[in-house]
């Protein structure tokens, strides 16, 4: 059995995938339309303790430790934050807490992504990251954490 990639080797076969393409409208269009593989968020799970701040569109985040690794769940009302949400958090996904807080988000930027994107929009996306670095601090074994 082979063993799951890490948050670092994900991040460059996502960008090794969209770099094909020939602009960066293309490729922000191609990676937010594509299907998430994170399980789906019921509406129940949408409270405002799992609300991000700072989004334009509101998006709803819910991790949890599973064996040690990292799981994440979300929900975004708009398409376009849906898809990069869930592109950030598949980053992440099953990966653990050192690994997760190892790994920058800089696919945005390698893409040319983030030069399309607006500074509220961007500032939405750092907030979620945040959130979920946050969450990897607290998941650190008390013997790392610091």
Same mark, same amino acid.
């Given at each position: 059995?082979?063993?799951?990639?890490?948050?670092?080797?994900?991040?460059? @076969?996502?960008?090794?995938?969209?770099?094909?393409?020939?602009?960066?409208?293309?490729?922000?269009?191609? %990676?937010?339309?594509?299907?998430?593989?994170? @399980?789906?968020?019921?509406?129940?799970?949408? =409270?405002?303790?799992? %609300?991000?701040? /700072?989004? !334009?569109?509101?998006?709803?985040?819910?991790? &949890?430790?599973?064996? =040690?690794?990292?799981?994440?769940?979300?929900?975004?009302?708009?398409?376009?934050?849906?898809? +990069?949400?869930?592109?950030?958090?598949?980053?992440?996904?099953?990966?653990?807490?050192?690994?997760?807080?190892?790994?920058?988000?800089?696919?945005?930027?390698? +893409? /040319? !992504?983030? $030069?399309?994107?607006?500074?509220?929009?961007?500032? /939405? %996306?750092?907030?979620?990251?945040?959130?979920?670095?946050?969450?990897?601090?607290?998941?650190?074994?008390? &013997?790392? $954490?610091?």
């Amino acid at each position: 059995m082979l063993a799951p990639m890490s948050p670092r080797e994900r991040q460059n @076969a996502l960008i090794a995938r969209y770099a094909i393409l020939p602009d960066a409208h293309e490729r922000l269009a191609a %990676l937010t339309a594509r299907r998430s593989k994170l @399980a789906a968020l019921p509406p129940e799970e949408r =409270g405002p303790e799992a %609300l991000v701040p /700072g989004c !334009i569109s509101r998006v709803w985040l819910v991790p &949890s430790l599973e064996n =040690g690794r990292c799981r994440f769940r979300l929900h975004a009302e708009s398409a376009l934050v849906k898809g +990069l949400a869930a592109a950030i958090c598949e980053l992440y996904d099953d990966a653990a807490p050192e690994e997760v807080l190892a790994t920058p988000v800089e696919f945005l930027e390698a +893409l /040319g !992504i983030a $030069a399309n994107l607006s500074p509220t929009r961007l500032n /939405g %996306l750092s907030n979620l990251q945040a959130r979920i670095a946050a969450f990897a601090r607290r998941c650190l074994p008390a &013997s790392s $954490a610091s």
